[in-house]
């Protein structure tokens, strides 16, 4: 049904031997039929073509029964235009005609066929009935259909000439009936269509061809359909083709399989001609996660098997209103629901009103597009944009339009955002914003044996702190955050140009460094009513955790650098504070070396990495 424009033509070869053997005896150019005598009568074209032969009815041998029914033996009947062309050859080895009731009748053999070979019939147990023009064949029915019998709607018409050689379609089907008046065969059990790159089964086939146009003007299939074309494999309960359209329309829960790909919805559409294929209605589309050329961006998995029995139970799956298959494009009308699954379990999940996939020459994917509210849910972290765009080549993930994520306690902000599943890496730009509990930050002020006494905080503050600046990226060991960095903590304020966090292994499992430069500027708010305040050039945080016990340390560097409360100045080059030890150090020309003020005990800690 899917292989160019099929039909059936006409069957006024049998009309005409009706009406010639309908002739009475006697009557101008047509011979009388008598007992055991050789048939052979025509029948001419009204004028102005009254000396075209219209018919040539012939026969080896025709006998009048005692009940008026004539049987004909090796009965052939020719049709031919009124510009002498031949159009139809009806043959059977014999049949039998009904003058009372119009009929002609077989239980042999029927062959009709154009004489251009473009169209032929064959079946066995026939029955023609003149009255209203209807053809039965009631057992083994072939029909053969040639490509070039067709035409688009108001086309040229057709050359007599025999077709060259190509490719045929064949019908098959237990039984035929054929209406002339409209034109319209329809063939029931076991129906199977044949043809080059396709195969289709269904339980009733109806073929419109009206006599006026003399070619296909549409087929529907019924009952338990299944068609095979090219590489798709679609099943439904109906299907309709238009030659007009050359558009394949299934209905009746219908799927479709290309490969390891596959699909339904309420309504499937295929076009032929520019090799559209859409699916209308609670629409699915499933595809192996292989196809994106890796691990899926919906996953925080490692990358997938592309063969084996783990691969088939790892795919993607689309759920939406409606999509549309082209050529290397896929389009998903919302709203769409992405399922990243592996082995039953759904790793990830996406969420938008438009998505676009653009496949390369092996349906691979190269890039995926998600447009309107683009949520995007991987475990514990989460993604929302107004667009989000994935290239698989280098397994970037941008996200644009007010772009926002989280991840477990953590979450952020910016105006453009990427993620490097390669590396990894997320990075954000333009008021970027991260949000982490406070504890990853800082923690409470250490006051020795006064550490039970209750902390200042600022008003309002959740327990989180933000970290702002014009950009920053991270990843599980790493993170640095540029231009006009800020934090503001539940404890303290904090500023600076550039900002690291990171886990260098020379300090030991958990070990945390973090650099802030230049122009470090802090607040810290630790006893009531007695804050803290320093700046410096360069500023130095170190958790070293070595034969079980944890060292940390702040370097503050300036010229000078400077730390002060509400009773005590320091200004050095280097300040030193040592908050394991509680103790604070300036090295240089002056020297000093003691406890660390209960004013200055604060202790920071860089975010935790997973």
């Known amino acids: 049904m899917m292989n160019g424009r099929i039909g059936i033509g006409s069957v006024l070869g049998l009309a005409a031997l009706a009406a010639a053997l309908a002739q009475p005896a006697g009557e101008e150019r047509a011979q009388p039929v008598t007992r055991g005598e050789t048939l052979k009568l025509a029948e001419y074209h009204a004028a102005p073509h009254d000396l075209q032969m219209k018919s040539l009815l012939e026969g080896a041998r025709a006998q009048r029964q005692p009940d008026g029914r004539i049987v004909v033996t090796q009965a052939r009947c020719q049709t031919f235009t009124p510009t002498g062309q031949g159009e139809l050859v009806v043959e059977a080895p014999e049949c039998v005609y009904d003058p009372k009731q119009r009929t002609i009748r077989s239980a042999g053999a029927l062959h009709v066929r154009t004489a251009d070979d473009r169209l032929a019939i064959a079946g066995e147990g026939f029955t023609w009935q003149q009255t209203n023009s209807t053809l039965l064949v009631s057992n083994r029915v072939h029909t053969r259909l040639r490509p070039e019998l067709f035409r688009p709607p108001g086309g040229a018409p057709l050359p007599s000439a025999p077709a060259p050689a190509g490719p045929t379609l064949d019908i098959s089907s237990d039984r035929l009936e054929y209406a002339q008046t409209p034109g319209q065969g329809i063939y029931e059990g076991n129906v199977r269509v044949s043809g080059t790159n396709l195969n289709a089964t269904a339980g009733r086939l109806i073929l419109r061809s009206p006599m006026s146009e003399h070619r296909l003007q549409s087929l529907t299939a019924e009952e338990h359909v299944v068609v095979?074309?090219?590489q798709i494999h679609a099943t439904g309960d109906w299907a309709f083709y238009s030659a007009d359209t050359d558009r394949v329309q299934l209905k009746g829960r219908p799927t479709w399989r290309i490969e390891q790909r596959e699909g339904s919805g309420d309504e499937l559409i295929f076009e032929r001609s520019n090799r559209v294929f859409q699916a209308n209605g609670h629409a699915r589309l499933q595809m192996p996660r292989a196809s994106l050329g890796g691990a899926s961006f919906l996953s925080r998995a490692e990358a997938a098997p592309t063969d084996g029995p783990a691969a088939t139970r790892q795919f993607l799956e689309v759920r939406c209103d409606r999509y549309e298959l082209r050529t290397n494009v896929a389009v998903f009308y919302g709203p769409v629901?992405?399922?990243?699954w592996n082995g039953g379990q759904a790793q990830g999940q996406m969420t938008c009103g438009l998505l676009t996939l653009t496949l390369g020459a092996t349906n691979e994917l190269q890039r995926l597009v998600a447009e309107r509210d683009v949520v995007i849910v991987q475990a514990d972290r989460r993604f929302t944009a107004a667009r989000a765009?994935?290239?698989?080549?280098?397994?970037?993930?941008?996200?644009?339009?007010?772009?926002?994520?989280?991840?477990?306690?953590?979450?952020?902000?910016?105006?453009?955002?990427?993620?490097?599943?390669?590396?990894?890496?997320?990075?954000?730009?333009?008021n970027a914003v991260m949000k982490l509990p406070a504890g990853e930050v800082g923690q409470a002020v250490l006051t020795g044996a006064e550490a039970a006494r209750?902390?200042?905080?600022?008003?309002?503050?959740?327990?989180?702190?933000?970290?702002?600046?014009?950009?920053?990226?991270?990843?599980?060991?790493?993170?640095?955050?540029?231009?006009?960095?800020?934090?503001?903590?539940p404890q303290m304020q904090w500023t600076c140009d550039r900002l690291s966090l990171t886990s260098p292994p020379e300090l030991g499992p958990g070990g945390r460094r973090m650099v802030a430069e230049p122009a470090v500027v802090f607040d810290l708010l630790s006893e009531p009513g007695n804050p803290v305040h320093g700046t410096g050039e360069r500023a130095v945080y170190t958790r070293r955790l070595a034969a079980a016990r944890t060292n940390d340390f702040i370097e503050l560097h300036g010229t000078p650098a400077m730390m002060a409360s509400s009773n005590l100045v320091i200004r050095n080059?280097?300040?030193?504070?040592d908050i394991s030890g509680r103790k604070l150090a300036t090295p240089g020309k002056f020297n000093f070396r003691g406890p660390l003020p209960a004013a200055m005990t604060n202790h920071f800690r860089p975010e935790k990495r997973r």
């Open 337 to 340: 629901r992405v399922n990243d």
């Open 454 to 489: 209750p902390v200042e905080t600022r008003p309002g503050a959740d327990g989180s702190a933000e970290i702002h600046s014009r950009e920053y990226r991270f990843t599980e060991q790493t993170a640095l955050f540029e231009g006009g960095v800020r934090i503001e903590h």
């Open 389 to 430: 765009e994935y290239t698989a080549g280098d397994r970037l993930l941008k996200l644009t339009g007010q772009p926002a994520w989280q991840d477990g306690p953590r979450a952020g902000r910016g105006d453009w955002m990427q993620v490097d599943l390669a590396r990894e890496e997320l990075s954000v730009r333009g």
């Open 228 to 230: 095979d074309y090219e």
């Open 573 to 577: 080059e280097l300040i030193v504070l």
